[in-house]
T-cell receptor
């Protein structure tokens, strides 16, 4: 069974802390994504990666960075957490042919981050 | 730029009633279209997808959607709602081609099912 695993379901961090959200997939997918989900706003893409060590900004990259050192792992980093980054964070992965990113995406369970 | 519009944020139906969740897309050419479902405290799960084959697409759990190019719509339906269908539903779009094309999601619709 395909699997995308996020390291934490719930996290509480303090303002100014550096926060790492980890995501691992076991499907040998090339593409990986980080979204944040907020009520009434749907899912908004933060960053995505279509290959190891490759990354591209999504729609709301400000305040975030990412790392993809291995194909199966994609990390989201909040350099200095702020209260407006309190949200649900969803990781996803998908395969691709060429560099198309429009195949089915598989999602992790999500990490609910609270910044106090 | 492509986008999807899901009208309304909440739909409530009685158990056994028809479910209709609306999705309209904006794209210069017919895109790929997806419906995802999110049950409470879980990630998103694919219900069905349109990839330019048949316009009527059948998905899991008795859901189906019809692609209508003339109306730029991809509405999700189910003939008879079940209590277990209560969840949040997202429509998503991506272009057929293009390097670095990606999924764009709508804002989601919460479906409630009354006994």
């Amino acid at each position: 069974d395909v699997k995308v695993t996020q390291s934490s379901r719930y996290l509480v961090k303090r303002t100014g802390e550096k926060v790492f959200l980890e995501c691992v997939q076991d499907m040998d997918h090339e593409n990986m994504f980080w979204y944040r989900q907020d009520p009434g706003l749907g899912l908004r893409l933060i960053y995505f990666s279509y290959d190891v060590k490759m990354k591209e900004k999504g729609d709301i990259p400000e305040g975030y960075s990412v790392s993809r050192e291995k194909k199966e792992r994609f990390s989201l980093i909040l350099e200095s957490a702020s209260t407006n980054q309190t949200s649900m964070y969803l990781c996803a992965s998908s395969s691709h042919f060429g560099r198309a990113l429009n195949t089915e995406a598989f999602f992790g369970q999500g990490t609910r981050l609270t910044v106090v | 730029a492509q986008s999807v519009t899901q009208l309304g944020s909440h739909v409530s139906v009685s158990e056994g009633a028809l479910v209709l969740l609306r999705c309209n897309y904006s794209s210069s050419v017919p895109p790929y279209l997806f419906w995802y479902v999110q049950y409470p405290n879980q990630g998103l799960q694919l219900l069905l997808k349109y990839t330019s084959a048949a316009t009527l697409v059948k998905g899991i759990n008795g859901f189906e959607a019809e692609f209508k190019k003339s109306e730029t719509s991809f509405h999700l339906t189910k003939p008879s709602a079940h209590m277990s269908d209560a969840a949040e539903y997202f429509c998503a779009v991506s272009p057929l081609t293009g390097a670095n094309s990606k999924l764009t999601f709508g804002k989601g619709i919460t479906l409630s099912v009354r006994p």
